[in-house]
């Protein structure tokens, strides 16, 4: 099992990344998709979710209007467009899959994003 995320990088405030999320090894059409992040010193924080088949989609109030999620079943992958970057949207972002009625999830490695001017 493997996600991997990539797309990371430096960018100014009011700049745009479009982040990847690349899976293998499992049914990947079974699995609720989910983008979280996180900055040194504190907890990991949701930032957005897809459902199973793309139809559902909802995001923290803190990126709403400014980050897009989407899936793309039949390549196994999911990206997160981000738009209008502040400084506080600085993290390592992750993936994570999440299997609907079981116990089961996985978890990318991370990319990290840094806003600045």
């Known amino acids: 099992v493997q996600l991997v995320e990539s797309g990371g990088g430096l960018v100014e405030p009011g700049g745009s990344l479009r982040l990847s999320c690349a899976a293998s090894g499992f049914t990947f059409h079974y699995y609720v998709m989910k983008w979280f992040r996180q900055t040194p010193g504190k907890e990991r924080e949701w930032v957005a979710a897809?459902?199973?088949?793309?139809?559902?989609?909802n995001y923290a109030e803190s990126v709403k209007g400014r980050f897009t999620i989407s899936r793309d079943n039949r390549r196994k992958t999911v990206t997160l467009q981000m738009n209008s970057l502040k400084l506080e949207d600085t993290a390592v972002y992750y993936c994570?899959?999440?299997?609907?009625?079981?116990?089961?999830?996985?978890w990318g490695q991370g990319t990290r994003v840094t806003v600045s001017s």
């Open positions: 994570k899959a999440e299997a609907v009625g079981m116990n089961t999830e996985y």
């Open positions: 897809v459902t199973r088949d793309g139809g559902v989609k």
